[in-house]
Each structure stands twice: as C-alpha cells, then as structure tokens.
C-alpha cells in the first residue's frame, strides 16, 4: 500500500525539512506487523514527491493478531497486506511523527505554512462507497478525485468493489493534513487491526482538535474511529460537544495542544530523533509518556519508575500489561523507587527522562538526585523538562509569589535552569542543550523550558 505526498510549491524540496527525510536517502521504519519505506520519486525546487510505501508481513500479521475474525480462514484470507487501513495510519505516526507533532527544527517557519499539496492513496478500502468517502474529506475543503474498480471486470453485473485509488488536493499546514489522514483512513476503513481503548479517545481528541468538532460528519467519524464501541463514542462525543459550547475565545486556546501533552510529545519525539530504543521514565505518574512510548516498536525496552505507588497502580490500569501479547509485555516494566536513593534496576538504558518532576523535590535534594541519575543510572542521553518561573505573570489566577503547583518545592527561571544544568554537565561529563516548550513569549520565553543531556 502507498502514499504519496507532492507539493510545487517552491522550493518543492522544503518537503524533505518538513518531514524529516533527507530526500537522497531510503529510510526504513520498523513496525509491529512489517515495515515502512520512506523515499523520493522526485525532489527538485519545482516538484518533490515523498513516497511511504507499507509493507505488511502477512505471517507477523496472524502472528500479532489477537482480535476475532468472522470466519475462520479470515486471519489469512484478508485484504490487509495490500490496501491503506489502520496500519498506514500506525506508518503515519510512526515514520512522520515529528511532522505531525509540528516540530521543524531546520526550518520551522514552515510548520504552520498552508501549502499546497496533492496526496495519493492507493488503495483505500470505504464501507460506504464514494459518497462517504467525499462526505468525510470534502467539508474539510479538500478537492477528491476518486478512480473505482470492479469486483470483478470478467462479470460487470457484480458492480463496483469498496477499493479506491484516490486523490487529495488541498493548501494546508503538512500537520495538519497528516493528523487528518490519521484519523480519516481506518475511518473510512471501519475497523482497526488492535484494541481500541479508552486510550483511542485521547489521540482522537489530539489528532481532531481544531477540525472535528466543526465537521458535519463528527458523529459518524467518532463511531467509526472507535470501532462502533458505544460507550466509547458516547464519551468522546460528550468531550467534542463541550468543546463546542465554550466560549469562543476559550475554544481556540483548547484547539492547541495541552502544555503538558506537548511535553511529552516533544519528548518522545526527541527520542526517535536520536534513535533510542531503551528509555527509563523517572518519575512516570499515571504513565502518559509510557503509553506514548508504547505505540512505537522502536522502544524496545521501557522502565517506568515512580515514588508513589498509587499512581503506579494507575499507571498498570491504563497500560494493561496483563492483556498485552507476550512480546509487547515484556517491553514495558513499572517500578516502585525513589530518585534520591541509588537503584541498580535503573542502569544499563540509554536514555532517562524527567517531565516537571525536579521541580517536586527540596532543592538541597537536587545534589542526590544528580548522583542517582548522571552518575549511577549514566544514561547516554537525559531529558529533564521543568516549569520556566518567568511565564508565570502570563496566569492571570497565579498571585505574585505562588506557584503553579501546590506540591512544586521551587521554580526557577530560564538562568536558573540553566546554570544548574551547566553545572550539571560540567560536573559529570555531558553537554547540554536547552529549548523552551510552549508558546514563546519574546520576553518571558516558554511556560516550560528542556533540557536535553548527552555525552
């Protein structure tokens, strides 16, 4: 199965920024059921097409399927292997996910440019037929253009199959087309090749934010985006229709991303970006970062540790270990501990993250937990995000003095932050890089700031 995207705009080759891929490279993306190839038929200034070919491994197909089938030969008489479903919306997030998360680091003017762009699914399966099909893109301003083919052209009674080759034509941000398409494939598809969860509900509120819940077809698209499942769609309806009754001014500050959400997606991104496959969450809450970190096979082995055992049995509620296929289990392990304290189970990954959590601890504590972290655990890589105190006067509740968490021990300034991670680095062998997270205020910078640690 393939899809295309081709922009003119010029130079056309500001494609290859926008997604990530050098275009004189074939890059492969592993996947749980086969792989994604990402390539360029053609990249000059004047026109630049960028191919993800998905190819489907019909023996890790049966092998990873634990959903029932509606006949018995179904698991291996299918048409997965060969048409866009939800596998290519899993290729998607997979090999274009900084793109669709908004991050351009080379050229980030260009992440909330409309350009236009001309995208090519062959082939697309719709329960529906093409009036659904035009009923889900259209409203959205999309130009469709739509090739049918028969059951079979040796007996043209039998009329038309539900396979499409189509065509979309549209000048939007590359974000936003590709969160669209993340959505809208399985959607016309009507079904999912794993466990739809509650956990379904929240990447459909991230992925429709800004678009779903102006679209005349939501009801429907939610239904089938999670399988028919009713109490599922009735949640996440109540979610959109709220959404809708805010008031204007607080609809569009909804319609972004959620600081927190942005966090972690910046993190994990940054992950993938510097190809880490082992990673230890310090501090890992109620596990939203793991279960981000869960949906790409890239991960290969994932520790989540956290001082509070309640919010580790939160944590195991939502990630449901238990119902995991073998291999998919023995990814992911949660711990009780402590960052002030040596831990021997904490050595050995190549990355060790931190989102908003030094920020908890008395700050004369900070010189143990730099031990425990950049001496003992050593990872390669260390991510520490924290609050940026200046943005605070940007909270019109926040009085002068407070902080924004009534469990926050301190919260430092970005030349605050940054001397100690300089120290930090100094101290332990590292080089240190720093961003803010957030809308950027010129003055006062992001209300988060990064800290990415590597030797």
């Known amino acids: 199965m393939l899809l295309t995207i081709t922009t003119k705009r010029y130079p056309a080759t500001d494609l290859g920024y926008l997604l990530h891929k050098h275009p004189a490279k ?26 993800l070919l998905l190819d489907v491994d019909p023996v890790r197909l049966v092998r990873g399927n634990g959903k029932g089938h509606d006949f018995a030969l179904e698991q291996y008489v299918n048409d997965r292997p060969y048409v866009a479903s939800s596998f290519m919306s899993n290729a998607i997030s997979q090999a274009y996910s900084t793109a669709m998360n908004g991050r351009c680091k080379d050229k980030p003017h260009l992440v909330d440019e409309a350009i236009p762009f001309e995208i090519v699914l062959s082939v697309l399966p719709v329960k529906g037929g093409e009036p659904l099909l035009r009923q889900f893109f259209e409203p959205l301003g999309y130009e469709v253009a739509v090739q049918s083919y028969a059951l079979d052209e040796q007996y043209p009674e039998w009329g038309l199959s539900r396979y499409f080759h189509v065509t979309l034509r549209h000048t939007l941000p590359l974000k936003t087309i590709l969160r669209q398409l993340y959505i809208l494939i399985p959607v016309c598809d009507n079904d999912k090749h794993y466990f739809v969860g509650d956990h379904e509900i929240e990447k459909l509120m991230e992925k429709g934010a800004g678009w ?64 880490i496959s082992t990673v230890v969450d310090l501090g890992c809450g ?170």
């Open 212 to 275: 779903l819940d102006t679209h005349p077809a939501k009801e429907l698209i939610t239904r089938r985006y999670l399988r028919n499942i009713a109490p599922l769609a009735k949640q996440a309806l109540a979610l959109i229709m709220k959404e809708e009754d805010l008031p204007v001014a607080e609809k569009e500050s909804k319609e972004k991303v959620r600081l927190h959400d942005l966090r972690l997606l910046t993190v994990r991104d940054i992950l993938l970006e510097e190809k």
């Open 286 to 455: 109620e596990g939203k970062l793991l279960r981000l970190l869960m949906e790409k096979a890239a991960f290969k082995k994932i520790l989540g540790m956290d001082v509070s055992y309640h919010a580790l049995e939160i944590a195991r509620d939502k990630l449901k270990p238990d119902r995991l296929p073998e291999m998919q289990r023995n990814r992911i392990q949660l711990i009780h501990g402590s960052l002030t304290y040596r831990d021997k189970r904490l050595a050995g990954f190549e990355a060790g993250v931190l989102v908003e959590v030094i920020e908890h601890l008395d700050e004369p504590r900070l010189a143990a937990l730099e031990k425990v972290v950049f001496e003992y655990a050593r990872p390669q890589t260390v991510i520490i995000t924290t609050v940026n105190a200046e943005y605070n006067v940007r909270y019109e509740k926040l009085t002068a003095g407070t902080f924004r968490h009534s469990d926050h021990r301190f919260e430092w300034t970005r030349a605050e932050f940054t001397a100690w991670g300089n120290r930090v680095a100094e101290q332990f062998g590292y080089i240190v890089t720093y961003q803010p997270l957030g809308e950027t205020d010129e003055l006062l910078g992001g209300p988060s700031q990064l800290a990415l640690f590597k030797r």
């Open 26 to 51: 074939v890059q492969t993306v592993a996947l749980t059921a086969g792989s994604a190839h990402i390539f360029y038929p053609e990249a000059t200034d004047q026109s630049c097409t960028a191919a």
